[in-house]
């Protein structure tokens, strides 16, 4: 029962994407594994304007980033920070738990996903890909704590996502303009 309700609001939220402005940004989210209709959806409504941010700054915004308690020369960092939008940062850190899983190539819908975008954005989420399994990789052989591992991972996630958005948008206003 649970399932055909959740495809359902799958089917919903499909339709809704492919009408909204944000479509080429959802498809684009979308060759990131971990990264389906769902979460893409709510990532490019969540933070809108992609262009408004670098690389490394949309982790700050949303909270990814470790606390510092900083006093002359001692630094010290803590857990991260939880600023920013919560709702974007709780579906990042749920999709970096997929790049733990092996990859060594893209699956079948990953693959439908990947036809769907230009070739440099299906170049970049490729490269993505592999980078996060390979970070998922190194904090393994490190013996990290998989929850503080998963959030490093949910941080670079969301810069590649970035690296993906905000290049659609920024072309989008050159078109505009």
């Avoid at 490093?152 to 996630?157: G, M, T, V």
Wanted: aromatic share 8%.
């Amino acid at each position: 029962m649970l399932a055909v309700h959740l495809k359902r609001i799958d089917k919903q939220v499909t339709v809704t994407a492919a009408a909204c402005l944000y479509g080429p940004v959802i498809d684009a989210l979308m060759c990131l594994r971990g990264i389906q209709i769902t979460t893409g959806f709510g990532l490019a409504v969540e933070i809108g304007d992609w262009t408004r941010f670098t690389g490394s700054s949309i982790g700050s915004y949303l909270g990814l980033v470790p606390s510092e308690d900083s006093s002359g020369q001692s630094r010290h960092q803590g857990p991260i920070t939880k600023a920013g939008n919560t709702y974007a940062r709780k579906l990042l850190i749920e999709a970096a738990w997929q790049h733990r899983r092996p990859y060594a190539r893209p699956g079948e819908r990953l693959l439908r996903q990947l036809d769907l975008v230009a070739p440099a954005t299906r170049i970049r989420a490729l490269e993505g890909n592999h980078r996060l399994h390979h970070k998922w990789v190194v904090f393994d052989d490190w013996h990290k704590m998989s929850v503080k591992a998963n959030t490093a991972i949910a941080r670079e996630l969301t810069g590649w996502c970035w690296s993906l958005a905000a290049p659609l948008q920024q072309g989008e206003r050159m078109n505009a303009a």
